[in-house]
């Protein structure tokens, strides 16, 4: 965009030596002189790249020294394969004006910011079309860059071919945008560039505008509409380059601007908002050529692998409470923020003049709407601005006013007053913060009635929400090394609070029933949407994020105007934010235990219905696909069984009274096969009744009878279960030792991941173990063929037909990037989380064969699973077994302490590259 000084240019390609050599080998005019000409063509390419990688390693950041470097290079190269073929392969004495040719580089070469395995593209302009010398130039030409491994995209066009395309088509218009002369017949090129600006471009200005915000639209659209998705994508994504390039793209063809700092000149960014886009573009120019080099191809996505490596090149080191790679992602948000906050000035000025000329013109060019007033400011077309420049130095207070006014009225901002709000940020200072009419504001905004998620985000984007609450600012661009959280800290907080207020509105009903009930019984809606923002505020910190999150809540809510009571609250929802989705996903819901510990915690009804609501937009508030029916289930039994708790001070109906509900229930949903209760319910023990709802009991019962009138020693069903968004396996056989791990591994080897399972044995020594099970986009299995391979991957596991622990081990791990993460196996055996079972839990690295793996390790420690939970965290499952000895006792003393060393050494890297190689 901007011409680039590129120091020691011989270092890079001594063209004028090259060229003697090149000249040398024509003239000797030998049969294998094309080899000899690659030969040292190549031999200079190489020795460029490896002068310009040297230079990036020295420079780390010098991105735009290294893309202007890498263009410089493959000028002289074109240049140089263009006067020997016009010189020794197709000589012509005496060229017509016919033969005549131009050459142009075009996109990103055209703009002289090519990354070091960037396409070479190139736009051949002759006279005529019909020019044999031309096309045969051309096509040499061509060989020897395909010779060389460059990457050519070519057209060859006469200027009325170009017009007459260009015309027709937004991306062929782009790329001639960006024509930079190369070689050739440069009065030609002349003429073309003239007539693209004439024919092309006048008067199609507002249509160009439209297609290229369409087609930016649609780009981020596909790359995740976030631009702080964890694995951007350097060049197309949401703040990337390509954003950047559609300013100056835009900007060129309205006011023919040559370069970006001539953006300054038209108004449309001020010297300092020009010198954040050129530091932005730099920074990630760098990025994009660190990839390419790390690979060896043209790579832009930012992904987990390559994160460290990139972060390690550019020189970013560890800091207390946060690694390397995370303060390097936190940098590349905070560039890919601020060129979102100039791609909404920029694009709003155009607007804006767009809007002018409208006026000038027409019927009622004289007729001039007037603005109205709303509490001092100036609102006109949907949009509110400031009356005057020094309005937010008067009274800083109303850098918060102008948001909160915003939200409450429906109002979008005016560019130009985004720009001094982000201008006069550094305003707000401890005075201002501690303002109570500033503090009551920033409230009212946090828990606005219209849309709190836009309007925050517009506040970030601006600088003000991170001057006013600097804890929020400390994890603004903060993301979480990990492939469970999609967002940086502040979008998934942003998010949160947009997801309580569309619950609040009744929009995610279908999704959240009970929070959309509960939200309108809670006392105070205030503490609700505080408590949202506070429950992450203390990430990156080095320590626990909900202990330290509480004391800052202790701190910030009085400020904003809490009382003690509502401050008690929010600390206790931020210091414990994530114990119901702990106990719900990680425990088993049907011991007693469970539940009086999950109650002990929460105390009262107030703080149930808080945390149920929390914990679900929190979950949401993730990502894409991580809020499911399964989910929402768990929460709702355990918030019913807490809030029974909780209401009467015990459970409504002691063991035998439930186990009695229980049948009656699964006898009414049998109806004419309700005699089976009575043929078979016995045989299953208390456990079961209490474990099993009652229609998979009504289903498990007559899978049973029909196995036992049969005769069958093996009966495997599939079913999708919608209420759980899972796919019901059910397996009967009869016990024997290592019947679970062996069915889990059939189940993994057939490519379903285990979310849950319930291991029972009846009186009379049958397995009746329910697994639920989902694909591994966390959808239940509906096809006909794969519940068929479910069911036949088991019966070949229990029948030993295939090898189990070698297969399992071949499997790729279910997210391809997670070997770039150190995840390090951590397991807890606990007595006390149950009255009846020793509960261990497993945290490790989530690969197919683990929980197969740990079950065979329970089973040659010689326990008994009588249930299995499983989670996924991205990267890291944790898996948790209800398990006794084989006399039904829990696990003590040092025998505790051989399970604990049997299943980390399961769960070990180091045995899965064992059986990987076995």
């Known amino acids: 965009m901007n011409q680039v000084r590129i120091p020691r240019q011989r270092a890079i390609i001594d063209r004028r030596a090259l060229a003697e050599t090149l000249d040398r080998l024509g ?17 200079a390419l190489d020795a460029g790249r490896d002068e310009l990688r040297r230079r990036l390693i020295e420079k780390p950041h010098a991105g735009h020294e290294c893309v ?31 033969e005549r040719l131009s050459i142009l580089a075009v996109g990103g070469y055209g703009r002289a910011e090519m990354a070091p395995h960037s396409d070479v593209d190139i736009a051949f302009l002759t006279p005529t079309r019909n020019a044999p010398w031309c096309e045969q130039v051309i096509e040499a030409m061509l060989y020897y860059l395909w010779d060389l491994g460059l990457k050519v995209g070519h057209s060859s066009r006469t200027p009325d071919d170009m017009v007459r395309m260009a015309k027709g088509d937004v991306t062929i218009r782009t790329a001639l945008l960006e024509g930079r002369y190369v070689w050739g017949d440069e009065a030609l090129y002349e003429e073309t560039r003239r007539r693209f600006w004439a024919d092309v471009v006048t008067g199609t200005e507002r249509q160009f505008v439209a297609e290229k915000l369409a087609e930016r639209n649609a780009r981020h659209k596909r790359m995740g509409d976030s631009r702080y998705v964890v694995e951007p994508n350097v060049k197309d994504g949401k703040g990337g380059l390509r954003d950047l390039q559609t300013l100056y793209w835009i900007g060129k063809y309205i006011h023919k601007v040559r370069s970006a700092a001539e953006l300054v000149d038209v108004d449309l960014l001020t010297a300092q908002e020009y010198r954040s886009f050129r530091r932005a573009e730099g920074f990630m120019l760098a990025v994009r050529c660190h990839l390419h080099m790390i690979t060896g191809r043209a790579e832009d996505r930012l992904t987990f692998d390559l994160q460290r490596q990139v972060a390690e090149r550019m020189n970013f080191t560890d800091r207390p409470g946060k690694s390397e790679v995370e303060r390097f992602m936190q940098f590349y948000f905070l560039q890919a923020k601020r060129v979102g906050s100039l791609t909404g000035v920029f694009l709003a000025h155009i607007d804006e003049q767009f809007a002018q000329k409208r006026a000038r013109q027409g019927l009622l060019a004289g007729f001039r709407a007037r603005p109205r007033s709303v509490k001092g400011y100036r609102v006109f077309g949907g949009r509110i601005g400031i009356p005057s420049d020094d309005w937010f130095r008067k009274d800083p207070v109303r850098l918060i006013e102008i948001f909160r006014v915003a939200e409450a009225e429906g109002l979008e901002i005016e560019p130009a007053t985004m720009r001094q709000a982000d201008r006069d940020s550094r305003l707000i200072t401890a005075e201002v913060r501690d303002d109570p009419r500033a503090n009551a504001l920033f409230l009212e905004l946090l828990a606005g009635r219209n849309d709190p998620e836009t309007v925050l985000r517009w506040m970030n984007e601006a600088g003000v929400f991170g001057r006013f609450v600097p804890d929020f600012g400390k994890v603004n661009a903060q993301m979480q090394f990990d492939m469970y959280h999609h967002y940086t800290v502040d979008e998934h907080t942003i998010r949160a609070i947009g997801l309580l207020s569309r619950i609040e509105k009744g929009e995610l009903a279908e999704d959240h029933p009970r929070s959309t009930r509960l939200v309108h019984k809670i006392a105070s809606r205030r503490a609700a949407y505080v408590a949202v923002l506070l429950h992450d505020i203390a990430k990156g910190r080095g320590g ?3 202990v330290l999150g509480a004391e800052v809540a202790e701190e910030l809510c009085p400020r904003f105007g809490l009382s003690e009571d509502e401050t008690d609250l929010v600390a206790w929802l931020v210091r414990y934010h994530l114990l119901m989705s702990a106990t719900a996903f990680k425990r088993d819901l049907t011991d007693p235990k469970t539940i ?22 929190d979950i ?5 696909g991580t809020w499911n029916s399964w989910k929402r289930q768990l929460l709702g039994e355990l918030y019913d069984f807490a809030h029974e708790r909780l209401r009467l001070g015990h459970m409504r109906h002691g063991r035998q009274q439930r186990v009695a509900a229980k049948k009656d229930a699964t006898r009414a949903i049998l109806a004419d096969d309700a005699g089976l209760i009575e043929r078979h319910g016995d045989e299953f023990g208390e456990a079961y009744w209490i474990a099993e709802p009652e229609d998979i009991a009504a289903l498990n019962l007559r899978q049973f009878a029909a196995a036992r009138r049969l005769d069958h020693d093996l009966s495997i069903h599939c079913e999708v279960y919608p209420s759980r968004g899972a796919t019901l396996v059910s397996v009967i056989a009869a016990d024997h030792p290592g019947l679970f791990y062996r069915i889990a591994g059939g189940i993994h080897l057939a490519g379903a991941n285990i979310i849950d399972a319930r291991i029972h044995t009846t ?14 986009l966390g959808q239940p299995f509906h096809e006909a063929e794969q519940l068929a391979r479910i069911e036949t991957a088991i019966d070949d596991a229990l029948a030993n037909r295939i090898e189990l622990v070698p297969r399992l081990a071949r499997r790729p791990l279910p997210r391809s990037r997670a070997r770039a993460f150190d995840v390090r196996p951590r397991v807890i055996v606990d007595n006390q989380a149950s009255n009846r079972f020793t509960v261990i839990e497993v945290n490790a690295r989530d690969r197919p064969a683990l929980l197969n793996r740990l079950a065979r390790a329970l089973f040659e420690c010689q326990l008994v699973v009588h249930s ?3 989670t996924a965290y991205g990267e890291r499952a944790a898996d948790t077994f209800y398990v006794t000895d084989l006399l039904g006792e829990k696990i003590t003393g040092p025998r505790a302490q051989a399970v604990e060393a049997a299943l980390l050494d399961a769960a070990s890297d180091r045995r899965q590259a064992e059986l990987e190689d076995a």
Do not use: C, K, M
Request: hydrophobic letters at 45%.
């Open 68 to 98: 202007a470097g890498q263009a410089f290079l493959v000028d002289q190269l074109v240049r140089l394969i263009h006067d020997h073929v016009v010189a020794y392969d197709y000589p012509a004495a005496n060229r017509s004006e016919a």
């Open 763 to 776: 009186r009379g020594g049958w397995a009746v173990d329910n697994f639920l099970v989902q694909d591994p």
């Open 544 to 546: 626990d994020h909900s």
């Open 620 to 624: 949401r508030a993730v990502g894409p």
């Open 596 to 617: 009086e510990d999950f109650v002990a915690e929460v105390q009262s009804v107030e703080r149930l219905r808080h945390l149920l609501i929390l914990t679900a937009v």
């Open 868 to 870: 299995a939970h499983v």
């Open 27 to 43: 003239s000797e005019g030998a049969a294998d002189s094309r080899g000899a000409v690659i030969a040292a063509l190549r031999e």
